[in-house]
């Protein structure tokens, strides 16, 4: 062991006794500053991760590393060390091993050097440890079984530049032959072998944060066969002059039989994933305990069947296996109850057949392009989940997160697989337990309306399609036992009468094909039953089959018991908005799609003064001037231990091309309030911490005028992070950022309840109480806003949740829902003047961020689907259900973590600072290494023998 260490300090010191050493971590840090910071441009992705560092490793440590390695044997062999070496008592394994163990001590120093580079990103953004350890883990391991390559060539030649470019052949090679550009060109399976095989799937796989053993015994088994390969090398040059003796023959049957014996390890081990350690926060990709309760519920087989193709699009191509290995933990977690299958669709007709029949699966069509051409691939990507006679499907828009980098540069990942699939899984559970007739599961009269335009304005295709529906409807109404009924109208018919009242209720416009047939028409279905809707949606393909699959999926949606149902109010006259180019209404239609997905939705205006029996929650979406029967319902739904969620302002914002202003207007719940001990105060917090606001601009190029968009910095896009959300509840454990748009202060009284600060802006934070939220850059050049100089800068409360006892706000009053007719006023004896039971009010100072224009907006600046304002009221409606395994399954997403706003200043400055510390760091090695080989030569001074054995 000693002159094994003897040899190896004796290497990496003959590294540093040339430029070698200093020239290799000088150019990995240069290139590797560079490709962060310049070709990925980090702070242009708004990511806090360190993929700009990693994705380039597996090729910048080819070049690098051969470099490092190709004069190891041949400058020994050249100058005829080799021979006085090999001559000498030092066992040739020994020496191998030297020289390897030089190498990563090397490499390893150079990685070391990059943690400035990580640090800089946790102190910008949500940084998740996992994958850099994972990264740096990967990096170590891919350079280890590079330098073994490297080494080997370098034995077997005295030629430096032949062992150089030797090396980088052959290591890319190994590189080129599992990447996504030349594995796209051949089928799934031929692809999963390939990135088997290939060096750069096994380094991406590990760099996600979890260390499979799988991918550590890949490279190690390519460092343990061209370290013996080195060692069979080098002893053979030992033997030179003389036959091999039947030793080194039996160390090649060794060898041989070694080698082997590794390969046929991998092979067993790619059908095993029991080994393996998720770093990533959260435990994201190992399977939770909230999966595992569910999956302990069945009560008959569930399957999981994956459509996957062979070939599909490039970026979806990697995501196949994590999902594959995903789905085979929930087979053994099932314990016997979970069936898993993966198919190609294509190569199996007769289950291709039943998923377009019977589940509605169609392949997509992406575009896929090479250097010569682009075609168009259809392709599979879907999950199915059947439990008895329910199911769901998942397709990719289910299951991926798209982030843009440019115009031509995408990011997909998985965003969070876990729990679509469990959701998935558990509510066809909750379907299931219905196990009646379809109508007798309902128990309630269910009406389909159909707002079709007549037969000869319809498209030839959607002509068949109505035919197909009234024989489907027909069907239903003789099975349904007079609970179904039909009412189909024209709403082109009575001067469009039907199609003004469709567009305000349902928000359908007129359909057109395009510029071939402009002629517009209608084809819209819903099915309703005691004041819930359920949109049904056209099949795409036009197929009878499919049509009825709809129908039934959203029949099902009444079925009593199944899934948890909400009131939704939102104003009858939503606020207006203008968009940078045409005048339209402010929609909510997202927010209401989104959690269709997990609830059912019953829209009431309360004008009733009741809320609808059943609710087990009511969401108010932009109030506005509540009357009296309103507030009755709210409070009297309250008292009676409701949660009520409050998404309010008692602002109007309104955008136009040229201007954007903000205006007062009253909610009506002012004084309910203000009873309550809350208010919403009269101002709108700015905030230095701030999200961007895209905003058109106008750019010339000679003659020419380009339209483009800036992202300006918004002050009154408060951009609140980890630090302003609280942490017990897990309502925020899923976000990383959320933006509360024109958000008003919340202040509340101390009282005899419970108060949780849910959302504060930050420290630097102020009030801007007259409306001016358009840009002034000739009042104020700087930044375009009001700075708050003369305001004490403090963090302000924005969202807040409210439970415990409530007194009714119509104590000792007349009941609303009183008969005015009477002669004699009196008391109402009805009113719930205390709670019976704890309620709940969520209170968000923002309305306007659960606008579908303001998403659209978030989402052209962050560069992908913004969808963090409907997953904090679908994390306060689960939080509300007393469901929190839910809530921390949905925290373990691979959602995006966006970066704090850093101003352009702070981000060269950070810039900057790594780079300094880069040449600072390689500095100190040159004078540690100067300083140490001059006490080392003193010391030596007084042996001469160690310098005529040639030590020194």
């Known amino acids: 062991m000693a002159s094994f260490t003897q040899s190896s300090k004796h290497e990496f010191g003959a590294l540093f006794s040339s430029l070698s050493a200093y020239l290799f971590i000088a150019l990995f840090l240069t290139i590797s500053l560079f490709t962060f910071f310049w070709v990925e441009t980090f702070f242009a992705r708004n990511l806090a991760d360190m993929r700009p560092l990693f994705e380039w490793m597996p ?53 070391l050097l990059t943690l400035p580079l990580a640090l800089t990103v946790a102190l910008s953004g949500p940084l998740d440890w996992g994958p850099v350890i994972g990264g740096y883990i990967a990096t170590l391991f891919l350079a280890a079984s590079y330098a073994a390559i490297g080494l080997y060539l370098s034995s077997t030649t005295d030629n430096q530049i032949v062992s150089l470019i030797g090396t980088i052949v052959f290591c890319g090679v190994l590189y080129v032959i599992g990447s996504d550009a030349l594995t796209a060109f051949f089928g799934q399976q031929l692809s999963e072998i390939m990135a088997q095989l290939g060096s750069g799937s096994h380094f991406l796989s590990i760099t996600g944060g979890v260390i499979d053993f799988r991918d550590l015994f890949y490279y190690l088994t390519i460092t343990l066969i061209f370290l013996l390969l080195n060692y069979l090398s080098v002893e053979k040059q030992r033997l030179a002059g003389g036959a091999p003796g039947s030793r080194y023959r039996r160390q090649q049957m060794a060898t041989f039989v070694f080698i082997n014996a590794l390969l046929m390890c991998n092979v067993l081990l790619t059908k095993s994933s029991v080994l393996r350690i998720d770093l990533t926060q959260g435990k994201r990709f190992t399977i939770s305990e909230t999966t595992r309760a569910n999956l302990q519920q069945l009560q008959q087989p569930l399957l999981i069947r994956g459509y996957f193709s062979a070939r599909t699009h490039p970026l979806l191509t990697p995501l196949v296996p994590q999902l594959r290995d995903l789905v085979r ?14 198919i190609d669709p294509l190569e199996e007709p007769e289950l291709e057949q039943e998923a377009g029949q019977k589940y509605g699966i169609e392949p997509v069509a992406f575009q896929v392009a090479d250097k010569y051409q682009s075609s168009l691939v259809n392709s599979y990507f879907n999950l199915l989940i059947r439990y008895g006679d329910q199911f769901r499907t998942l397709d990719y828009n289910d299951l991926i997160d798209v982030k843009m980098r440019s115009e031509t540069d995408l990011d997909i990942r998985l965003r ?13 559970m909750l379907e299931q337990r219905s196990g009646k007739a379809l109508f007798d599961s309902i128990g309630k009269p269910v009406t ?43 709403p082109q018919a009575n001067d469009g009468a039907v199609a003004k009242q469709i567009r305000s209720s349902y928000g359908f416009r007129p359909m057109v094909l395009g510029v071939v047939k402009p002629d517009p028409f209608f084809f819209y279905m819903v099915l309703e039953s005691d004041g819930q809707w359920v949109p049904i949606p056209v099949p795409q393909d036009l197929k009878k089959e499919h049509l009825q699959a709809s129908l039934e999926a959203g ?9 948890r149902t909400i009131t939704v109010a939102m104003p009858a006259a939503p606020a207006t908005i203008f968009g940078f180019k045409r005048k339209r209404q402010a929609s909510y239609f997202q927010i209401e799609k989104h959690l269709r997905e997990s609830v059912i939705i019953r829209k009431d205006d309360l004008s009733s003064g009741k809320i609808p029996a059943g609710s087990d929650l009511l969401l108010l979406i932009a109030p506005e001037t509540l009357h009296e029967k309103q507030l009755f319902a709210i409070d009297q739904y309250l008292l009676q231990g409701g949660s009520v969620i409050i998404a309010a302002s008692p602002w109007k914002i309104s955008l136009g091309g040229d201007a954007i202003a903000a205006g007062k207007h009253a909610t009506g719940l002012e004084l309910w309030l203000a009873h309550h001990g809350i208010s919403l105060r009269e101002a709108i917090v700015m905030d230095a911490q701030n999200s961007a606001f895209p905003i058109p601009v106008q750019r010339k190029s000679g003659d020419a005028v380009i339209d483009e968009t800036q992202n300006l910095a918004y002050p009154f896009f408060p951009d609140i992070r980890k630090q302003g959300m609280e942490n017990k509840t897990g309502i925020t454990a899923s976000l990383n950022q959320v933006t509360l748009n024109w958000a008003a202060p919340i202040t509340i009284e101390a009282r005899d309840r419970d108060v949780i600060p849910l959302l504060r802006s930050s420290a630097h934070s102020w009030l801007e109480e ?5 840009p002034d850059f000739e009042r104020y050049p700087q930044s375009g806003f009001f700075s708050g100089d003369d305001q004490e800068k403090q963090s302000y409360l924005l969202a807040a949740i409210i439970q415990g ?30 709670s019976t039971a704890d309620g709940r009010i969520i209170l968000i100072g923002s309305d306007i961020f659960l606008a579908d224009s303001v998403i659209e907006l978030a ?50 400055r950070r810039e900057y600072l790594n780079y300094a510390a880069a040449i600072a760091a390689v500095m100190l090695i040159y004078l540690i290494d100067r300083l140490l080989r001059r006490k080392r030569r003193r010391a030596w001074e007084k042996y001469p023998l160690f310098e005529n054995l040639g030590i020194v």
């Open 859 to 908: 989402t052209r600046a962050t560069g992908s689907r913004y969808l963090n304002s409907m997953q904090l009221i679908e994390n306060i409606m689960e939080w509300s259900f007393e469901e929190p395994g839910l809530l921390k399954l949905r925290g373990r997403g691979d959602y995006a973590r966006t970066l704090l706003p850093l101003s352009r200043e702070q981000q060269r």
């Open 448 to 490: 389909f309306r159909g707002f079709i335009s007549t037969k000869h304005k319809l498209p030839v295709g959607l002509q068949q399609l109505k035919q197909d529906l009234d024989a489907i409807l027909d069907l239903f109404e003789q099975g349904s036992d007079g609970r179904f009924t039909v009412s189909i109208s024209d």
């Open 416 to 428: 969070n697989p876990e729990y679509d699939i469990t959701r998935a899984i558990r509510r066809v």
């Open 770 to 774: 007259q409306g001016r939220i358009q």
């Open 329 to 342: 933990e929930y087979e053994v977690a099932g314990g016997g109850m979970v069936k898993v299958e993966i």
């Open 805 to 834: 006892k409530f007194d009714s706000f119509f104590q000792g009053k007349r009941s609303p829902l009183f008969d005015a007719q009477e002669d004699e006023p009196q008391l109402a004896i009805d009113i719930l003047e205390r």
């Open 59 to 111: 090729l910048l440590m080819i070049f690098l590393v051969a470099a490092v390695t190709m004069r190891m044997w041949s400058d020994e062999r050249r100058s005829g060390n080799l021979e006085m070496l090999l001559t000498s008592s030092t066992p040739v394994w020994r020496l191998v091993a030297g020289k390897f163990a030089a190498v990563i001590a090397l490499v390893l120093l150079a990685l």
């Open 555 to 563: 029949l099902r949606h009444f079925a009593p018991g199944v899934l």
